[in-house]
């Protein structure tokens, strides 16, 4: 049995040689061959790609490095090294040791003994700010309210699967993948294992606002239409003011009372109109997505490739 580590790199060129130290430490002790370690450098500028580089040559075989041409995100960086997985386990994890690379013997363990397909590490305790703990644990709350596939609560893309669900997951070509909602989606047996994530070792976090909102969209909007039905909702409410509004002035007109004022006029054409932009809004993004998804582009493109 043999078994591939992905990992996605964006600056991480102080993070690069003790992970795969680390991982190949690992290898000298478990009964599990290394098939390799494959680090996607996702459009980095710093020296990430030269670290990389000096690893693969130092470690023939055993090292694979694949280069993108410019930052394709985390995402599809993931995606493009599953594709050289050509082993019968994966484990899939962050370049900056906030997951921790020792994991991988009880993981395989777990995996095999309960004949599972996948093991995610589920985070009992995390050392990240309060801000990011707070946004995460809404967004797996309001995600499993919204989407069709349930993901488990606080997990990452920290798991090991094994050959079937990167078969599948490749099949897929989504053109925003989210993979851990991905996973789930495939089926099969998927089980989790505890442990408490690290801070990152080295380096500055490359998830800032934007990229975390991007992921976010991209799940909740991926795996879900909800969104799109909010607008029959509005439509409802907006009949029922309407109607009462229609009774109020009606009413107002046998009382002999003119109905004074333009303001609450303006304010409720203002109301439905900004309804309406709301609306427009969602579609747009569904639109957009739809655009993306039919144009079938690749996830990313390749610049270079470590020699074997
Ligand atoms: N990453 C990437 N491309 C990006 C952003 C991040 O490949 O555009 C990698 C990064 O190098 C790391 C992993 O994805 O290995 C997780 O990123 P990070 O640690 O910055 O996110 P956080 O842990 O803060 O959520
Ligand atoms: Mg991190």
């Known amino acids: 049995m043999n078994i591939s580590i992905v990992i996605p790199c964006h600056n991480e060129e102080k993070n690069i040689a003790e992970i795969s130290n680390r991982f190949l430490k690992i290898f000298d002790k478990i009964d599990i061959d290394l098939y390799k370690i494959i680090f996607i450098d996702d459009g980095s ?101 919204l989407s069709y596939t349930k993901i488990p609560f606080d997990a990452g893309d920290f798991r090991l699967i094994d050959e079937k669900i990167v078969k599948n997951l490749l099949r897929l070509n989504e053109a925003d993948p989210f993979i851990r909602g991905l996973v789930p989606w495939t089926g099969f047996k998927q089980i989790p294992i505890e442990y408490a994530r690290d801070e990152r070792r080295r380096g500055e976090s490359s998830y800032n606002l934007k990229k975390m909102l991007n992921l976010t969209l991209d799940g909740m909007l991926s795996f879900s239409n ?51 932009f709301f609306i427009l809004a969602i579609f747009g993004e569904y639109l957009g997505r739809i655009f993306l998804e039919i144009k079938k582009r690749p996830n990313a493109i390749i610049s270079e490739i470590t020699e074997d």
Not at 54 to 80: C, D, E, P, W, Y
Not at 95 to 114: G, S, V, W
């Open 45 to 145: 500028t710093d020296n990430s790609w030269q670290e990389i580089n000096l690893l693969s040559k130092k470690f023939k075989n055993k090292i694979l490095g694949i280069r993108l041409s410019r930052n394709f995100g985390h995402q599809n960086a993931v995606m493009t090294g599953l594709k050289y997985c050509k082993s019968d386990l994966t484990l899939i994890i962050d370049a900056d040791l906030q997951d921790p690379p020792e994991l991988l013997e009880e993981m395989k363990n777990k995996l095999i003994n309960e004949k599972a397909n996948c093991v995610y590490g589920k985070r009992i305790s995390r050392k990240d700010t309060f801000f990011k703990k707070i946004t995460a644990s809404i967004f797996y709350r309001v995600f499993n309210k």
């Open 226 to 276: 909800f969104p799109l039905k909010i607008s029959y909702y509005i439509c409802i409410i907006s009949l029922v003011i309407l109607l009462l509004l229609v009774v109020y002035t009606l009413k107002s007109y046998f009382d002999g009372q003119t109905v004074q004022g333009w303001t609450s006029l303006i304010m409720t054409i203002l109301f439905f109109n900004s309804i309406l």
